[in-house]
Nanobody
Framework: QVQLVESGGGLVQAGGSLRLSCAASGRTSSRYAMGWFRQAPGKEREFVAARSASGGSTSYADSVKGRFTISRDNAKNTLYLQMNNLKPEDTAVYYC????????????????????WGQGTQVTVSS
């Protein structure tokens, strides 16, 4: 019902910044909670950030709190992840996810809660 396409990944030095984008298409008129996850080689997919449909509620993994910011431009149907002060341990494939919700304040931090996923974008942070 909704398609997600990430972009904005790349190679950056430690301490640098990147902004990831996730463009949504399809039934974007519905109410969706959205999130960002990442998966490093040999590791399980992990939660990075989540945002309620209304934007009034957000959540961040402890490892990125204070450095990453999740936001959304409703007019463009695009979710963003601003990543500052990047560290080598942030290297991973980053995925955006969406889940249709009944309430605008709902958000999810577990990957199994999300039905819709993008294809991922690679972020590599060099030391």
């Amino acid at each position: 019902q909704v398609q997600l396409v990430e972009s904005g990944g790349g190679l950056v030095q430690a301490g640098g910044s990147l902004r990831l984008s996730c463009a949504a298409s399809g039934r974007t008129s519905s109410r969706y909670a959205m999130g960002w996850f990442r998966q490093a080689p040999g590791k399980e997919r992990e939660f990075v950030a989540a945002r309620s449909a209304s934007g009034g509620s957000t959540s961040y993994a402890d490892s990125v709190k204070g450095r990453f910011t999740i936001s959304r431009d409703n007019a463009k149907n695009t979710l963003y992840l601003q990543m500052n002060n990047l560290k080598p341990e942030d290297t991973a494939v980053y995925y955006c996810a969406a889940e249709k919700v009944e309430f605008s304040f709902t958000y999810y931090v577990q990957s199994y809660e999300y039905d819709y996923w993008g294809q991922g974008t690679q972020v590599t942070v060099s030391s």
